[in-house]
């Protein structure tokens, strides 16, 4: 309970922020515009077309050094805050561990990173040329599947209502099953579908670029927690992460001339995440390689954190 009370706080915090709101309008500007280049080259023809639309969006250098920014913005506060303003002394003494800090406000952070690209998926039907062909056939399976995602949409209210955090996660959870299971039997047993979606252009590049996203944006916010942790003002916070994530993004832009075969050249490609996009996560590929960097990353991003708490609660 401690740790979902203190989860709520800060993910309310950010909706409170002014520097969150300027950080999801320049995102969505920035995303706004590259949706609006692939959809001029998706109707070009040959060598000025586009074989994998969201290698517009994810594979331009002006979205990488945007998205640069915003995980130093996001996290600059969640730890260097409570130092400057001496709030830490008493949450660190609170009936809560170390971890369960880390974990509250590492998962709030998360979550509103995951709302500034829940905007971006009304670009997926244009870049995908999803066609819909609806059918008057409300099946059980498709009557599970909209309860289920109506108690989905419950648990957020409950929860932004401040109901009990364990009635919140078991509707939430009855509700994500419900639609999964309902929605994945409706269309794989009922003959007559409620919806039914085709896409022209292959939709695996969409989910390997989002599953893409999420990871390498909690490595990169696991980084920011980490040196929020280490210093008390915000903008020393945001700084320092920007100067940390920043090889692992220009990497891919400015590059000295290496062998290819050479070990300095390889482990380039292997940090380099904007790479990782433009070669796989964009075309439907999911290479274990960055996605084992962005797992561990992200761990032990936290672990260093928690080591940062513990320390400062020993002095």
Known sequence: RATLSLFRREFTA?????VAYVALAVFLLVTGHLFYL?????????????????????GDEKFWLVFLFIPPLLTMRLVAEERGTGTLEALLTAPVRDWQVVVAKFAACFLFYVVLWLPTLAYLPV???????????????????????????LSLLLFAAGANGGLVAFVGLVGAVAAGVGGWLHATKDPEQLVMLTANIDPYPALTSYVGVLLAGAMFLSLG????????????????????????????????DLDANSVAARVVAFVSVPDHFRRDFTRGLLDTRPLVLYATATLFGLF????????????
């Open 38 to 58: 692939a959809t001029g080259q998706l109707t070009e023809t040959g060598a000025d077309g586009v074989e994998y639309p969201l290698q517009v969006l994810l």
């Open 14 to 18: 950010y909706f409170l922020s002014p």
């Open 225 to 256: 927690l980490f040196v929020s942790s280490l210093v008390k003002s915000q903008l020393v916070a945001a700084m320092v992460a920007l100067v940390l994530g920043l090889p692992l993004v220009v990497a891919a832009f400015w590059r000295p």
């Open 304 to 315: 260093l954190t928690v080591r940062s708490l513990e320390a400062r609660r020993l002095r």
């Open 127 to 153: 870049l995908l040329d999803v066609h819909a062909v609806w059918s008057p056939a409300f099946t059980p399976f498709g009557i599970t599947a909209l309860a289920g995602g109506g108690l989905v949409v």
